[in-house]
């Protein structure tokens, strides 16, 4: 499907130059002055036909008879065509075809998403630029996609499905007296009536009949008011199926009807000239500027409607009007100077066909230049020639654009799904052999997803790692992936994809709840009572005591505590999408300087200010505890301060930012000057800091490694050797390695380079997300604390295999959070909704290129995917790093003194085996992107699935953009944090070797 | 022995569910315009009032209950009050944990804890009649080697399957169907009831069919 979007989408994301007005139209006298479009949503051809014969009509047959009527009176004065819409068969899709007449690509979605609204050349653009006044009522999508284009505009909500009336009451009301006005050239009325009756009753319906009856009236009493320099255009935009949905490229959904009028003759007697039976509906463009006397939108490719003139001139009695040879000639330049242009941007016509089409209309311009200086009227071969040449144009645009590719989507789902099993299977291969290859493989197998060609390669290949997951069977039966599963299969409804937050929220509800359960039912959350009678196997523990067990047990329950609170609590921070009704945004997403009341904002801004210090305090008071901060050198003293310095500039920042600019205007240039350089000092001393570092006024947490590591081991090499004569046994290893930081020695960087991470990207917000990211920190800790519980349980309990690998549940909970705290961020997978005011943090000047913009508004829209994924690998240190604690309360009760040394090890325990070690990391990467791959191929599979569901371009196809952008950044942040871990695993261990020898003298 | 207990069984429930039936007919004399959905709350306190008094009615007559130390009226009494305050603090409970998943805190918070109220009747009061208000024997229940007894078995179904059936309940609440049932918290008291239902068919069968595996230790 991804690669199907992406050949349609090459087509047009090179912007042909868009409005240009035709310098060599002709002015001839336009054959009409006014025109009344009357778009009736999803009118079938179908519906307009009309059998005499049909005795027992359905609902939706023979309800027009006002078109018969007509037709079979005045026959020079009207036709009724099937008017075929190109697929995807969506209003919004349709009007822009027949607006531009150019054909729809996939890329529309997403070209200009700013704003909904058609850069393209197109006829309303146009008629305004001659200075027809264009009047609109109805659907209120034209509203978005021509804003401010219209004389008058009277638009009605169009988003109540189940809504039959509203729309076309509203344009009733309007219709009649703007017609008997004068204030109109072109009046445009879109009726949504039948498009809704449809999708709400299907058209086998008496209320479609109702419907249909109505607008047989309205077509009547507009045909009554008509006066003789008017054209009356009644049109569907696209069909229905038999269950009144659209948006595929079946007959019934393209064809729709077109019906013409005219209250003068215009059309020939019916059999003096050969008819086109369908009218592609790109053809309407140049036909109706041709008619009205205005230029061809640029980019159309249509082909005018040759019946609709006359077949010389003079013949008609009408000798200023355009003749059929005219009109083709003026429509073919237009269409040839469009491929022109087009072909030298895109690439995407084959050569050979377009050389082809250039050789024919260079010969047809001779040709017809030659009669026309001789004054003759064109010979009708010359003119057939023409036709020939535009329908080739149509056919090899068509050709070679917008289709759907069932066998290239299915292909995509194939190569995607083929990705995510291979996921599953290194993540459940029980022991990837080789320390050095099994640590490069998540890279190998996070590039190859992220290329998907590249794994398929792989699979093909058969390097031996797919070997199938036919070992993960018996999990797929656990309650997480049956979380996952419903997880996916919540985005096959749209339903479930507009409330995606809330389902995101609830899922990670119950699995955090199922947590403790399951503990309970395996026996493992309360201390076995006096007397266990023990099933067999699981022997007494020498580690299990009462005490230790009922805190850890207190501990877990307390995350989960805190776990559902802020999970709760973030709620109160999603957005809203339009799709639902009653919902107001949070209070705050909006920026601090749009507050209007200064008590709130002050409030907002202390709350903001006191949740940034609260977030660097506990970031700072963890490495505090673990002795990460316990050095003078410049490295560590750059730690120690960075945070506290940025989120210090944050604040300022903020502040300066949310003053109305009113009350400082002397100090506007300061102002000005801060706006700049607060948060680019703040960019600096986080993302792009490392040449700073030398310099040390900044630091990058990995250039801090090569330098902290070894003089964190220096220092407890000397307090080893100082302490050893004097305390003698107890006080040596354990507590060293937890004062200097070895313990965590793999998580500290991780942590460090999360909060700062965090600052950066909680800058591209808005302030009131300060509250948000501190959320997302509790629960992150709340996660991290309720895994190293039950981990620590299961161990104090004697009931756990050993070994470093996280299993499922965890790592779905850790990126269930990552989607509900995108949600609770404020985001949601609409392009409208997406942040732009990220691109401005820093450059309120705006940008000269696209690529840093791009950069920031896409680290604002997946900052939640950047964090957790980034933290991954602390699900994997974080037992080892709680575990100290366990142990030293346990050591108090039981007096085992034999393990504390090995207990409290931590961290340093994933040196001893570092092919175990290597492995649950390479588990955790790949279980992890398993997750998140399954999500990117289940939003595929809807969009592909549901492509002519009624939501699929305003649902299911951004959430499909979203979900793969997301997933590419999520690999990317998952890379970025295992080679941070790599990092750290090579200075430590060239730390040991030059420490070994040392120690052997 | 076994077969005798698991007949007993069948027929408590047959009764039981019998009584939910009974809950859901009998307004329709007594209440004007009565329906499961337009007066939801109606019957809503009918079925889990019918369950409570029920399942306490039978479990009293057929001895369940844990043998009591002591037979004085006070202590009585006190094990009355105490399981008394134990129904309302779970009511609280199930309001807090619904609330957290997603529920409206303010608005429609009668709605809520009405349906605490269902959950608790069909849950809590079992546990009540079958342990006693005694906690910590009801976390033991809920674990894998924590039956003590086939009503406990039948106790660790019956509640699981009530608690997921509301859990189910709440799937269709988000779709764009515009049923009645959609409303909060219908389909989720739907789906408790039903989820209990299925679990008093679940336990006697699963009881039957496992019969020959279980042992339970004495108490
Ligand atoms: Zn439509
Ligand atoms: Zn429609």
Redesign the interface.
């Known amino acids: 499907m991804r690669f199907t979007f992406a050949t349609a989408g090459t087509s047009k994301d090179e912007e042909v130059p868009r409005i240009r007005s035709a310098p060599d139209f002709c002015q001839a006298e336009p054959r009409f002055r006014r025109a009344v479009v009357l778009i009736i949503d999803a009118l079938k051809i179908d519906f307009a036909r009309f059998n005499a014969q049909n005795v027992a009509p359905r609902p939706f047959e023979n309800k027009l008879p006002v078109l018969e009527e007509v037709m079979s009176s005045q026959p020079t004065h009207s036709r009724l065509f099937a008017f075929r819409a190109d697929p995807p068969t969506t209003t919004m899709q349709r009007i822009k075809g027949f607006t531009t007449g150019s054909l729809p690509t996939f890329i529309d979605v997403g070209n200009n998403f700013a704003s909904s609204a058609i850069l393209e050349d197109n006829l309303v653009h146009q008629l305004g630029q001659v200075g027809k006044r264009v009047v609109f009522m109805g659907d209120d999508t034209w509203e978005s996609l021509f804003p401010k284009k219209f004389h008058r505009s009277l638009p009605f909500p169009s988003f109540n499905v189940k809504d039959l009336h509203t729309v076309d009451n509203g344009i009733l009301q309007h219709l009649y007296p703007t017609m008997e006005g004068s204030d109109w050239d072109v009046l445009i009325a879109h009726f949504l009536g039948v498009d809704h009756c449809g999708h709400r009753f299907g058209p086998d319906h008496p209320a479609m009949a109702d419907k249909l009856t109505q607008m047989d009236a309205v077509i009547r009493s507009v045909i009554g008011r008509l006066e003789n320099d008017t054209l009356l255009v009644v049109m569907g935009d696209h069909g229905m199926t038999d269950t009144g949905d659209h948006g595929g490229e079946s007959l019934k959904e393209t064809d729709a009807a077109l019906f013409l009028y005219s209250p003068a003759p215009i059309f020939p007697i019916p059999g003096t000239q050969t008819e086109p039976e369908v009218v592609p509906q790109t053809d309407l463009v140049p036909t109706l500027a041709l008619l009205l006397g205005i230029p061809i939108p640029y980019s159309s490719i249509g082909q005018v409607l040759l019946t609709l003139f006359p077949r010389d001139k003079g013949s008609s009695g009408a000798p200023a009007h355009l003749s059929q040879a005219e009109a083709l000639w003026i429509n073919a330049k237009q269409v040839n100077r469009f491929l022109e242009t087009y072909s030298q941007m895109a690439k995407d016509i084959p050569p050979e066909s377009l050389s082809l089409l250039r050789a024919d209309f260079s010969r047809l311009s001779s040709q017809y230049l030659s009669s026309a200086q001789r004054g003759h009227p064109p010979s009708p071969a010359v003119a057939a020639a023409l036709q020939g040449y535009l329908t080739a144009v149509r056919d090899t645009c068509r050709a070679s654009w917008a289709r759907f590719h069932p066998l290239k989507m299915v292909a995509g789902i194939a190569i995607l799904a083929a990705a995510c099993m291979l996921c599953l299977a290194v993540s459940e291969l029980p022991a990837v052999a080789g320390e050095g290859r099994a640590l490069r493989a998540p890279l190998v197998t996070g590039v190859g997803l992220a290329g998907g060609v590249a794994v398929v390669q792989l699979v093909t290949g058969g390097r031996g790692q797919g070997r199938g997951p036919l070992g993960a069977l018996p999990t797929l039966f656990s309650v997480p992936l049956l979380v996952l599963v419903l997880r996916c299969a919540s985005l096959l409804s749209d339903s479930y994809v507009v409330a995606e937050g809330r389902v995101a929220t609830f899922l990670l509800c119950s699995l955090g709840v199922y947590v403790p359960l399951r503990l309970n039912w395996d026996g493992l959350l309360l201390p076995v009572s006096p007397d266990p009678l023990r099933p067999p196997g699981a022997h007494p523990s020498p580690t299990l005591s009462p005490s230790a067990v009922r805190r850890e047990s207190l501990t877990l329950l307390a995350c989960l505590g805190v776990l559902v609170g802020s999970l709760y609590l973030s709620l109160s921070f999603h957005a809203c999408r339009e799709e639902q009704g009653a919902c107001s945004p949070s209070a705050f997403l909006a920026p601090l300087s749009r507050v209007q009341d200064s008590g709130l904002r002050n409030l907002h801004y202390v709350l903001s200010v006191a949740s940034l210090t609260a977030w660097t305090f506990a970031l700072r008071r963890w490495l505090r505890h673990y002795g990460n901060l316990n050095c003078s050198g410049p490295a560590v003293f750059a730690a120690r301060w960075l945070l506290p310095a940025a989120s210090v500039c944050l604040a300022l920042h903020w502040a300066v930012n949310s003053t109305p600019e009113e009350s400082f205007r002397n100090l506007s240039e300061l102002m000005g000057l801060a706006l700049v350089a607060l948060p680019r000092a703040a960019f600096s001393s986080w993302g792009w800091g490392r040449p700073s570092y030398r310099a040390s006024t900044g630091i990058s947490p990995q250039a801090e490694l090569h330098h902290l590591i070894p003089q964190l081991y220096q220092r407890m090499r000397q307090s080893l050797e100082d302490g050893e004569p004097v305390g003698a046994g107890d006080g040596g290893g354990g507590p060293a390695v937890e004062a200097y930081g070895l313990g965590t020695v793999y998580s500290a960087p991780l942590v460090v380079l999360c909060g700062l991470l965090g600052l950066g990207l909680l800058m591209l917000h808005p302030e009131g997300m300060a509250l948000s990211f501190l959320l997302l920190l509790l629960e992150a800790a709340a996660l991290l604390r309720l895994h190293s519980s039950s981990t620590a349980l299961a161990l104090l309990q004697g009931a756990h295999t050993g070994g470093f690998s996280v299993p499922w549940t965890p790592v779905l909970l850790w990126a269930l959070a990552a989607t509900q705290f995108f949600h609770a961020t404020g985001h949601l997978p609409t392009f409208p909704s997406i942040q732009w005011g990220a691109a401005f943090v820093g450059f309120p000047k705006g940008h000269a290129g696209t690529l840093l913009p791009a950069t920031l508004v896409t680290l604002n829209t997946f900052s939640a995917h950047i964090l957790f994924a980034v933290g991954c690998p602390l699900l994997l240190f974080w037992p080892l790093v709680c575990e100290v604690r366990g142990g030293r309360r346990g050591r108090g009760v039981v007096a085992g003194d034999g393990e504390e040394g090995e207990d409290a090890v931590m961290e340093m325990r994933l040196r001893e085996q570092p092919e175990r070690f290597s492995s649950a990391l390479l588990q955790l990467g790949a279980r992890y992107l398993f997750i998140h791959g399954a999500q990117v191929l289940a939003s595929v599979c809807a969009a592909a699935i549901l492509r002519r569901h009624l939501m699929v371009w305003k649902v299911f196809a951004p959430k499909l953009m979203f979900e793969a952008s997301g997933f590419l950044v999520t690999s990317a942040s998952v890379l970025l944090g295992l080679a941070l871990v790599m990092r750290v695993d090579v200075a430590v261990g060239r730390w040991f070797k030059k420490l070994l020898p040392e120690e052997s003298r | 022995m076994r077969d005798l207990e698991i007949k007993g069984m069948v027929s408590a429930h047959a009764i039981i569910a019998s009584s939910i039936f009974i809950a859901t007919v009998m307004p329709l004399f007594f209440v004007e315009k009565f329906s499961v959905y337009g007066t939801h709350m109606v019957w809503l306190y009918s079925v889990s009032g019918s369950v409570a008094v029920v399942n306490i009615t039978i479990f009293w007559l057929l001895g369940i209950s844990p043998p009591t130390k002591k037979h004085t009226l006070g202590y009585k009494v006190s094990r009355l009050l105490r399981s008394c305050l134990y129904f309302i603090l779970s009511c609280l409970l199930f309001h807090a944990v619904v609330?957290?998943?997603?529920a409206p805190l303010l608005e429609s918070a009668l709605e809520t804890f009405s349906l605490a109220v269902l959950l608790s009747s069909l849950t809590t009061v079992r546990c009540l009649c079958v342990l006693g208000p005694n906690v910590?024997a009801w976390?033991?229940v809920?674990?894998?080697?924590?039956a003590m007894s086939v009503w406990d078995t039948s106790l660790q179904i019956t509640t699981a399957c009530s608690v997921i059936g509301a859990?189910l309940g709440?799937f269709p609440i988000?779709?764009?169907w515009?049923r009645p049932w959609q409303v909060w918290p219908i389909s989720c008291s739907l789906g408790a009831t039903f989820g209990y239902l299925t679990g008093l068919v679940i336990a006697p069968t699963w009881i039957h069919w496992h019969r020959k595996q279980l042992t339970y230790?004495s108490k």
Request: proline letters at 11%; charged letters at 30%.
């Open positions: 609330v957290l998943y997603g910590p976390i033991r809920l674990s894998r080697d924590g859990w709440a988000p779709l764009d515009d230790k």
